[in-house]
Structure formats: C-alpha cells, structure tokens
Nanobody
Framework: QVQLVESGGGLVQAGGSLRLSCAAS????????MGWFRQAPGKEREFVAT????????DYADSVKGRCTISRDNAKNTVDLQMNSLKPEDTAVYYC????????????????????WGQGTQVTVSS
C-alpha cells in the first residue's frame, strides 16, 4: 500500500509560481506511475501531469504544457510539480496519485489507472 501526502499549495498572484510536493510511503514507490490531477469547484477532476518509474518519461495536459514540470526522486519517495506562469484558471485542489505499472516506460493520463490518492492541496491564483 502507498500513502500520499501533498504539500506546497497556497495563494499566489497570476504569473507567479508554486512547487507542489507529494511524499509517499511504501517500499515500492519506484515501481509506481505517479500523477497529478486537479479539481476546481463544480468541475470534474482533470489530469495535469504524469511521470513513469524512472522519471524519464512525462506527459502533460495541454492546459499546463510549457508551464508545469513534473519530477520524482525515488530515493526520497517524492514527486513534485513545479508550476510557473500561474493563471486564475489553475485554481483548484491538486491531488497526487500513484498507479501500479508493469513496464518502466508506462505513464497514465486516466484517473482510473491510479489506485492511491492523496488528500489534496489547495492552489488559489488571484487575478
């Protein structure tokens, strides 16, 4: 089992930056695909970014591509999301998620691929 705890959210002005971090427990963190999702009030949870086991393959939602970078440190059991040039429409609760994978080059965009979820961290971008 994997437990996930997000941190780093907060209030920031448009154009600013935030770095979200997710700390994972469990011995097999390095064999999980990791992802970030977000959910704004009244909207469905949406994919933001994902990263494979080794951290050499990533994918991003079009809405954040070029502004966000996902990274992981398997030695520290952490996955981060660096967000730059933030916009008011980035306001949401951001969730970290872990999904098992058989192959090292796998990553997932679909929420149902993920088994474990954190409690979320609020990001608010003011205009």
């Amino acid at each position: 089992q994997v437990q996930l705890v997000e941190s780093g959210g907060g209030l920031v002005q448009a154009g600013g930056s935030l770095r979200l971090s997710c700390a994972a427990s469990g011995r097999t963190f390095s064999s999980y695909v990791m992802g970030w999702f977000r959910q704004a009030p009244g909207k469905e949870r949406e994919f933001v970014a994902t990263i494979n086991w080794g951290g050499d393959r990533t994918d991003y939602a079009d809405s954040v591509k070029g502004r966000c970078t996902i990274s992981r440190d398997n030695a520290k059991n952490t996955v981060d999301l660096q967000m730059n040039s933030l916009k008011p429409e980035d306001t949401a609760v951001y969730y970290c998620a872990a999904g098992a994978a058989v192959y090292s080059n796998t990553y997932y965009r679909d929420y149902y691929r993920y088994t474990y979820w954190g409690q979320g961290t609020q990001v608010t971008v003011s205009s």
